[in-house]
T-cell receptor
Framework: GESVGLHLPTLSVQEGDNSIINCAYS??????FIWYKQESGKGPQFIID?????DKRQGQRVTVLLNKTVKHLSLQIAATQPGDSAVYFC????????????FGAGTRLAVHP | ETGVTQTPRHLVMGMTNKKSLKCEQH?????MYWYKQSAKKPLELMFV???????ENNSVPSRFSPECPNSSHLFLHLHTLQPEDSALYLC?????????????FGPGTRLTVL
């Protein structure tokens, strides 16, 4: 069946370093992905999305890379700050139906001073 | 604040109780969602409502009963739950149900079933 998986459950970085969070997917037909951030006590929050006709998309301090050949995407956060500490999810938004998202397990990002 | 509120934030109930979760969105959206987030599984979609009509039921047991009286409010009625139903229940809303319509999540209700 369709699945979205993450390579690492926890990532620890120093403040100011760049963070890279990885995500693998299994459905080669998947063509639209979204990254969400969930802080403690809050619901997930949209960060950035990417379609399969793009290899890279940039936002404010974040970049998402998509490698369709190996079915992998990554979220890069530049100059990581304490406020970036959260769980990050990739979601496959490709499914037909009514805006159905298939979420990965999540990676916890811990930023140390 | 995302514009989506949920009450209560925490709920403890016995297996024979009946309770309801409430969600309200202040964004003028036409679609609302219920998700379940447990410690051992990824975030799972439960139900989707579009213009107050249920359009998706993701094989959810009948002990969970959703209700959408208008486009701003969504309820999840709970009865005879099991301990494995303990989880964070998240509500979300979006402008429509096109896949590019961003979903905005509430803070969730932490449910514990004893």
């Amino acid at each position: 069946g369709e699945s979205v998986g993450l390579h690492l459950p926890t990532l620890s970085v120093q403040e100011g370093d760049n963070s890279i969070i990885n995500c693998a997917y299994s459905n080669s037909a998947s063509d639209y992905f979204i990254w969400y951030k969930q802080e403690s006590g809050k619901g997930p929050q949209f960060i950035i999305d990417i379609r399969s006709n793009m290899d890279k998309r940039q936002g404010q301090r974040v970049t998402v890379l998509l490698n369709k050949t190996v079915k992998h995407l990554s979220l890069q956060i530049a100059a990581t700050q304490p406020g970036d500490s959260a769980v990050y999810f990739c979601a496959d938004a490709s499914s037909g139906g009514y805006n159905k998202l298939i979420f990965g397990a999540g990676t916890r990002l811990a930023v140390h001073p | 604040e995302t514009g989506v509120t949920q009450t209560p934030r925490h709920l403890v109930m016995g297996m024979t109780n009946k309770k309801s979760l409430k969600c309200e969105q202040h964004l003028g959206h036409n679609a609302m969602y219920w998700y379940k987030q447990s410690a051992k599984k990824p975030l799972e979609l439960m139900f989707v409502y579009s213009l107050e009509e249920r359009v998706e039921n993701n094989s959810v047991p009948s002990r969970f009963s959703p209700e959408c009286p208008n486009s701003s409010h969504l309820f999840l009625h709970l009865h005879t739950l099991q301990p494995e139903d303990s989880a964070l229940y998240l509500c979300a809303s979006s402008q429509g149900v096109v896949r590019t319509d961003t979903q905005y999540f509430g803070p969730g209700t932490r449910l514990t079933v004893l």
